[in-house]
């Protein structure tokens, strides 16, 4: 038994194959609160910056309408809430030197899709126009249960750029 036992376990060091990309959080506590402060108990990050071979990759989580003190703004109000969530998104791109036509995709979790997507695809056609974006970021959106039950939208991006030389 203890043979099998043996065989099974992993090594107790594995060597590592690989280098680790280097990754840091990304932050912009002007609009938004910590993770930690957010929905206890959460553990994550708002995002992470990777750097890969000269281009950094942002990989924003999913973001809300949420204040710097971790409280929801706007409740009951879509349109409201989803306008801050671009405002908090913006905010974590600045804070990484990125603008929305560095967004590659978006994934756009709303907690009632059909009362809520023909409000969402409206302001978010007005917003992606304000930006000038062409082309559009691919996207996807999902209804979904958020983490708060006053929460009606939240949107998490994909963000790549090339590193200055």
Request: aromatic share 8%; with cysteine.
């Amino acid at each position: 038994m203890s043979q099998l036992m043996t065989a099974i376990e992993p090594p107790a060091n594995p060597a590592r194959a690989h280098n680790p990309i280097p990754k840091k959080a990304i932050r912009a506590p002007q609009a938004l609160n910590e993770a930690f402060d957010y929905a206890k108990p959460s553990s994550f990050s708002r995002g992470l910056r990777l750097e890969l071979n000269g281009t950094t990759i942002l990989l924003i989580s999913g973001t809300a309408s949420v204040g710097d003190q971790g409280e929801t703004l706007y409740p009951g109000d879509f349109r409201a809430q989803c306008r801050r969530t671009y405002h908090n998104i913006t905010a974590l791109l600045e804070a990484e030197g990125a603008t929305w036509k560095d967004v590659v995709r978006t994934t756009c979790y709303l907690r009632d899709i059909e009362r809520d997507y023909a409000a969402f695809n409206e302001i978010r056609t007005q917003f992606y126009q304000e930006q000038g974006l062409d082309p559009l970021p691919a996207s996807t959106g999902i209804q979904a249960i958020l983490c708060r039950p006053d929460l009606l939208i939240e949107i998490e991006a994909m963000v790549m750029f090339e590193n200055e030389k």
